[in-house]
């Protein structure tokens, strides 16, 4: 049996020390991942106080920006609403990048939200001074100059929502309504009774033209099989 000598010793405690130090690596470098992931780096109420503050100042300038914001008629309404997003989402979270910090914030989002709407759906007053009221763009194919110079809308604006729901025109429009969600409401012209007695002629005449048709193939065929000359050659 081969001797052990003190340098086996020594390499054995050297080898014991780094497994040592790399569980004592492992373990920290595990606590400190949990911790960034679950304990936030502001305090709770930092945390519930940014988001109230954020939202009700959308509220409000999404209120005085107007509702063709909210309608996105153009690229510059879409970028507006698109940054908006980035530059208010720092101020909601803060200098913290937890997940306990993005649930903490999201719930308060949710709560204040759903206080909100309980309130204004009770408050008619308080409805029509957060979410405004409906404007009507057009009347009877005529546009209301002075609400689309209120919502800073343009005629093209509109004529391309038109042309979204599939009108052609604006003079085909009985009304349109801006709602005050930002969504634009048309409503074609109904025909008038003539148009619709006219309609009805055209189809009526139409059909009797068809059984027309039916008749003097049939009338055709038997006069074929008698063998006598068809009805058109004897009427011609």
């Excluded at 509109?158 to 085909?172: F, N, T, V, Y």
Aim: aromatic share 6%.
């Amino acid at each position: 049996m081969a001797p052990i000598h003190l340098t086996d010793f020594n390499h054995l405690h050297g080898l014991l020390a780094t497994a040592s130090d790399i569980a004592t690596h492992a373990d920290g470098v595990w606590k400190k991942m949990w911790r960034e992931i679950l304990v936030p780096d502001v305090p709770w109420i930092e945390k519930v106080l940014r988001p109230i503050f954020v939202y009700f100042f959308l509220i409000i300038g999404l209120r005085i920006a107007g509702k063709r914001e909210l309608a996105q008629l153009n690229p510059f309404d879409l970028i507006v609403l698109l940054t908006l997003s980035n530059t208010v989402q720092n101020a909601i979270i803060g200098n913290d990048n937890s997940v306990t910090g993005g649930f903490v914030g999201a719930a308060t989002l949710l709560a204040i939200n759903y206080a909100v709407v309980r309130v204004v759906h009770r408050n008619k007053t308080l409805q029509r001074l957060l979410e405004g009221r409906s404007d009507v763009l057009v009347w009877r194919g005529k546009l209301i100059d002075q609400n689309l110079e209120k919502e800073m809308m343009s005629r093209s604006d509109l004529a391309a929502a038109a042309h979204k729901q599939g009108i052609a025109s604006l003079k085909d429009v009985e009304r349109c309504v801006l709602e005050p969600t930002g969504t634009i409401t048309f409503i074609e012209k109904k025909p008038g009774h003539d148009v619709e007695r006219h309609d009805e002629l055209v189809a009526l005449i139409g059909l009797v033209r068809k059984e027309l048709a039916v008749l003097r193939a049939e009338k055709s065929a038997i006069a074929a099989a008698n063998g006598n000359a068809p009805v058109d050659a004897v009427v011609g």
